[in-house]
Nanobody, 119 residues
Framework: QVHLVESGGGLVQAGGSLRLSCAAS????????MGWYRQVPGKQRELVAT???????NYADSVKGRFTISRDNAQNTVHLQMNSLKPEDTDVYYC?????????????WGQGTQVTVSS
């Protein structure tokens, strides 16, 4: 079993910052790409940022220049530094990781962490 546990969400004023973290644990042989997604109830989950195990990153246009994704391969963790937050960034943020417990990679999701940005 593989578990992803997120932390760092909360309430912040517009213009403020938050840092999300996600740690993968359990039966892990290898971790591939990791990323953050967000979803408002009733809407489709959308990509925020991803990072490969080699460090290549990809961002949604709406967060470029404001959010930074990073990872610690030794700790199987991924972080999302969110600066200059806007009310429209309010969402539940989910961590996703591609993990191999044996030789086959599967996608795993965290439980989600709420980010609320007040105007």
């Amino acid at each position: 079993q593989v578990h992803l546990v997120e932390s760092g969400g909360g309430l912040v004023q517009a213009g403020g910052s938050l840092r999300l973290s996600c740690a993968a644990s359990g039966r892990i042989k290898s971790v591939g790409a990791m990323g953050w997604y967000r979803q408002v109830p009733g809407k489709q989950r959308e990509l925020v940022a991803t990072i490969t195990n080699g460090g290549s990153t990809n961002y949604a246009d709406s967060v470029k220049g404001r959010f930074t994704i990073s990872r610690d391969n030794a700790q199987n963790t991924v972080h999302l530094q969110m600066n200059s937050l806007k009310p429209e960034d309010t969402d539940v943020y989910y961590c996703k990781a591609r993990v191999a417990a044996t030789i086959i990679f599967d996608d795993y999701w965290g439980q989600g962490t709420q980010v609320t940005v007040s105007s």
